[in-house]
Nanobody, 123 residues
């Protein structure tokens, strides 16, 4: 079992930055690939970024490539999402998720989820 708690969301103006954190507790965090997903009002859950269990491989949705950076610190059981050059269309609830071993862009393959943190970008 892995418990995930996100933090760092908030209200920011377009062009600004936020850093989301996801603290994990439970067993063997370093054996889990981690992902960030987001869900805007009246839309489905969408892939944002993922990082392998070693941290050596990262993947991004085209919409955030070059603006967002995912990273992890296995010693702190934490995964981060640095979000720069934020746009109003980035407004959503952001969720972190964990799955054993390999990364995936498919939210249905993730076993554990946090409660989400709201990010609102004003124009």
């Amino acid at each position: 079992q892995v418990q995930l708690v996100e933090s760092g969301g908030g209200l920011v103006q377009a062009g600004g930055s936020l850093r989301l954190s996801c603290a994990a507790s439970g067993r063997a965090f370093s054996r889990y690939a981690m992902g960030w997903f987001r869900q805007a009002p009246r839309k489905g859950r969408a892939f944002v970024a993922a990082v392998s269990w070693t941290g050596s491989s990262t993947y991004y949705a085209d919409s955030v490539k070059g603006r967002f950076t995912i990273s992890r610190d296995n010693a702190k059981n934490t995964v981060y999402l640095q979000m720069n050059s934020l746009k109003p269309e980035d407004t959503a609830v952001y969720y972190c998720a964990a799955r054993p071993w390999g990364t995936s862009t498919d939210y249905e393959t993730y076993d554990y989820w946090g409660q989400g943190t709201q990010v609102t970008v004003s124009s």
